[in-house]
């Protein structure tokens, strides 16, 4: 790795981390690239000439295995905390919900991130870096079936607003994308048709504001940061 920006993006493989990796290498940003599914992954990182490092965010041996390749970068820049666990499919309702499936959902949305802010966290400091987690709108509005997820987004909001607070040498930010036709969101939809919602590269530009504009620290709905149509 050289000194130039470089940028630790996880959940990287498919939908909306697939499309920043792609916006972000095409304006020359160094990338490591992380997700579960090995094939995506290489596929990604061939395309962008990314380093990637297969694993699962909840697994502290492979956040350890990050940190061994982030040890040996010159500068870290950003970090996209994007990896993200739906939960059961059909989703069920909280009086229903197997307390372990809920708690893997919060070691990945919530436990995760913050363990990957923590490792991350001198190296950012150095570069007056950018931390974005991803949020959703089901971590503020009550949509039955999505008490799981939505209590898991709702954490990381807290959990990012916290962190802003503690570190006011970054900018940190919580970023609500929208719904996006993603694997994931037709996982909450199981059979139903989601070709109505919009392409995750549609939203990539507003993740680009935040990086070009680095407003205030905070949470930050996508739709606000498009351009008007």
Do not use: C
Not at 90 to 98: K, N, R
Not at 109 to 116: G, Q, T
Not at 175 to 187: K, Y
């Amino acid at each position: 790795m050289n000194d130039t920006t470089t940028a630790l993006l996880t959940g990287a493989s498919a939908g909306f981390g697939r499309a920043l990796a792609f916006a972000l290498a095409e304006r020359g940003w160094d990338l490591i690239l992380t997700a579960r599914q090995l094939e995506p992954l290489t596929r990604v990182r061939d395309a962008t000439g990314a380093v990637a490092v297969a694993g699962d965010v909840a697994d502290p041996g492979h956040r350890a295995a990050l940190a061994r390749v982030i040890g040996e970068l010159d500068r870290l820049d950003l970090v996209v905390n994007n990896a993200s666990a739906l939960g059961p499919s059909p989703m069920p309702a909280l009086a229903d919900y197997p307390p372990d499936e809920l708690l893997g959902v919060l070691t990945t949305n919530v436990v995760a991130p913050l363990s990957i802010l923590q490792l991350t966290r001198p190296m950012l400091l150095a570069a007056n870096g950018i931390a974005v987690n991803i949020s959703s709108d089901a971590a503020v509005n009550a949509y039955e079936g999505w008490g799981g997820y939505g209590s898991s987004k709702a954490a990381l909001d807290q959990l990012t607003a916290v962190y802003a607070a503690e570190n006011p040498g970054l900018r940190v930010y919580a970023l609500d994308p929208g719904d996006m036709r993603t694997a994931m969101h037709q996982a909450a939809f199981p059979g139903e048709d989601i070709s109505d919602r919009p392409e995750p590269e549609t939203v990539v530009p507003a993740f680009l504001h935040l990086l070009d504009h680095r407003p205030p620290s905070g949470r930050y709905l996508a739709a606000d940061l498009l351009p008007a149509r």
